[in-house]
């Protein structure tokens, strides 16, 4: 009975590791660290416990029950906003030697322990209730808006926006294709630059510069709730004034009304799941190779590489031939994997030339 009720509170305590793991993944930590921490804050304690216990059968069962069944109780209450998405992750990366199909169901289970969408209605961020209107907005807001208020003029907008616990000013720049946050900034909130993180090239006031992509867990505009974002690293987008540029990775997913009478911005919800292509795609390398063969059939295998530490449940892929138009589907592309699709077009599609875009994603 000991053996069974011991080997039964593994569910737990794989849970509690998972959830470790997929934190130190999604702040970008070497994986040789997160997998030590995460096996450290797991065991250690139960080991210490069975110890206590004066290392009996039920001891083990004791220890490996009660701490894990504990921090999977406390742990939502520390990490409130970073629970669900730790914990998908942790299990996705488990589970990415099971293949794609484990990686989703994974991922499933981590997402039903706390509900997590990439625009989380208006449920208030901690310490939310500092970002409010400065005055009432001129008609009732619907549940899905937020109306923030900003300052200055013309195409320099700021607007309070919340991560972690602290507050930011940042510009909210609808030219932007990426947010960005300077060094100082990702240094407050403890978000490490890996010395590998992807490159890309941005357009500032100051000429093109080259600037690394991190991931942060969340971003709380007002109430809205967008997890995770992809932030470039740009020292010339940040002053005195704001901490960055509010991109189209996040202001995309919201319907943008602008009051230039009452200094805000109002900000709704779009319907349905969040359509995630900025975001993905700055993580996402695409490749193709078409096929033609000498009975008229063409084959498409378009390959995906996954360079972010979070999975990618679905990325739809454009392939033009000429003319023509088709559709590729990526599913289940695990952190730092690649995944292919096979696309059969008609019979005697000329695709001598062809390319091929990401038209749709989803974390």
Not at 131 to 155: F, K, M, N, S
Request: glycine residues 10%.
């Amino acid at each position: 009975m000991a053996r069974l009720l011991f080997f039964l509170g593994l569910l737990p305590a794989a849970l509690c590791t998972a959830f470790w793991l997929g934190l130190g993944v999604s702040r970008q930590l070497p994986p040789v660290v997160v997998s030590a921490v995460a096996l450290m804050f797991t065991l250690l304690p139960v080991a210490g416990l069975w110890s206590l216990l004066g290392r009996s059968a039920w001891g083990a069962v004791a220890g490996i029950w009660s701490w894990p069944t504990l921090s999977l109780l406390l742990l939502p209450g520390f990490f409130p906003g970073e629970f669900p998405d730790a914990l998908s992750t942790g299990l996705a990366t488990l589970a990415a030697v099971g293949g794609p199909g484990w990686v989703k169901k994974a991922g499933d289970v981590g997402q039903h322990f706390t509900p997590m969408a990439a625009v989380a209605g208006t449920t208030p961020a901690p310490e939310a209730s500092r970002i409010t209107p400065v005055c009432a907005p001129t008609t009732a807001l619907r549940e899905d808006e937020v109306a923030l208020p900003y300052e200055g003029q013309g195409h320099s907008l700021a607007i309070p926006v919340q991560m972690g616990n602290d507050e930011f000013s940042m510009l909210f720049d609808t030219g932007a294709t990426v947010t960005t946050l300077d060094t100082p900034t990702l240094r407050r909130l403890q978000i490490p630059v890996p010395a590998d993180a992807p490159e890309i090239k941005l357009r500032t006031a100051n000429g093109e510069r080259s600037a690394k992509l991190v991931q942060i867990p969340e971003i709380w505009v007002g109430g809205m709730r967008v997890a995770p974002v992809t932030i470039g690293v740009c020292e010339e987008c940040a002053d005195e004034r704001v901490a960055g540029l509010l991109g189209l990775n996040v202001s995309g997913l919201f319907l943008v009304t602008l009051d230039t009478v009452r200094k805000e911005v109002v900000l709704r919800a779009r319907e349905g799941e969040a359509d995630r292509v900025v975001d993905v795609g700055l993580w996402l390398g695409l490749e193709a190779m078409a096929t033609i063969f000498p009975d008229g059939r063409v084959e498409v295998e378009v390959t995906g590489a996954n360079r972010a530490s979070r999975a990618i449940s679905y990325a739809e892929v454009g392939i033009r031939c000429g003319e023509d138009h088709f559709v590729g589907e990526l599913r289940d592309l695990s952190p730092r994997s690649t995944g292919s699709a096979r696309v059969r077009l008609p019979r005697g599609v000329n695709c001598d030339g062809y390319s091929v875009s990401l038209e749709h994603a989803r974390w």
